[in-house]
């Protein structure tokens, strides 16, 4: 019952370098969406998709690229990283189940950017 | 101002003590409430929906304001298990974009 898996779950970074935190889920949702959590601003949404081949800039978008080629992958880059970016990355998926919408995250990346 | 904001504690309680979160939401246009629980180091996990009507979930209760904008989670006879972060996060069916509050931690102490 995997749900959604998300790779690595620990990366340090050097400033500039660039990287891809992958997540993939099984349950055929259309949502998926990238989050990053620091302390004492909760989970921030970074990029979402409502479908393969549809993205869209969440709250915190700069930095980071995303695409979505197929229902199941949505790989989060990071194309120039800063340390303003060590955070915790969380991915999700959601669907619509009884009628009400459910979202579910992946384990987390923990990204440290020295 | 936040799409959701709450109170982000912490509260530490005696084992057995009932303890409330609330949580407050801006957009009026909110359609689904949920609470969350996230132990540390991991990610959070639903720990229950929130219905117009409220709900019970064993020693959970949760309840729904949509005139004063507020959920609220009530947890009786706290355990020491109960020791986690708990956000609330409210969704408006628009773009699947869920909101999520900050977090309020719960200690529950021996």
């Known amino acids: 019952n995997a749900g959604v898996t998300q790779t690595p779950k620990f990366q340090v970074l050097k400033t500039g370098q660039s990287m891809t935190l992958q997540c993939a889920q099984d349950?055929?949702?259309?949502?998926m969406s990238w989050y990053r959590q620091d302390p004492g601003m909760g989970l921030r949404l970074i990029h979402y998709?409502?479908?393969?081949?549809?993205?869209d800039q969440g709250e915190v978008p700069n930095g980071y690229n995303v695409s979505r080629s197929t229902t199941e992958d949505f790989p989060l880059r990071l194309l120039s990283a800063a340390p303003s970016q060590t955070s915790v990355y969380f991915c999700?998926?959601?669907?619509?189940?009884?009628?009400?919408?459910?979202?579910?995250f992946g384990e987390g990346s923990w990204l440290t950017v020295v | 101002r936040k799409e959701v904001e709450q109170d982000p504690g912490p509260f530490n309680v005696p084992e057995g003590a009932t303890v409330a979160f609330n949580c407050t939401y801006s957009?009026?246009?909110?359609?689904?409430f949920f609470w969350y629980r996230q132990d540390c180091r991991k990610e959070p996990k639903l720990l229950m929906s929130?219905?117009?009507s409220g709900n019970e979930d064993g020693r959970f209760t949760a309840q729904l304001n949509r005139a004063s904008q507020y959920i609220s989670l009530l947890i009786r006879d706290s355990k020491l298990s109960d020791s986690a972060t708990y956000l609330c996060a409210v969704n408006r069916n628009t773009g699947n974009q869920f909101y999520f509050g900050t977090g309020t931690s719960l200690t529950v102490i021996p």
């Open positions: 349950m055929n949702h259309e949502y």
């Open positions: 957009n009026s246009a909110s359609q689904s």
């Open positions: 929130v219905y117009s």
């Open positions: 998709s409502v479908g393969a081949g549809i993205t």
């Open positions: 999700a998926s959601s669907s619509w189940t009884g009628g009400r919408n459910t979202i579910y």
